[in-house]
């Protein structure tokens, strides 16, 4: 948390986040998940959906609401 510190940022986009794993993947909202930045100095961002899907097991489309 003291990495969030003076970022105000942070609020709107864990927001966002959580409400696409859990609105709009349906992931519930005991599940874990951790985020990573990089590994080995390569970026991660690019490979998102494809985590998301790996973790959901599902159909990679969001439903509507």
């Not at 003076?6 to 349906?26: A, F, I, K």
């Not at 992931?27 to 998301?52: H, M, N, P, S």
Request: proline letters at 2%; aromatic letters at 10%.
């Amino acid at each position: 948390m003291k990495e969030l510190e003076g970022r105000p940022e942070w609020c709107l986009d864990l927001t966002w986040m959580w409400g696409v794993l859990r609105v709009g993947y349906e992931f519930a909202d005991d599940r874990e998940v951790l985020f990573g930045k990089q590994i080995d100095g390569t970026e991660l961002g690019w490979c998102l959906g494809a985590g998301i899907k790996l973790v959901s097991g599902g159909s990679m489309q969001c439903r509507e609401i």
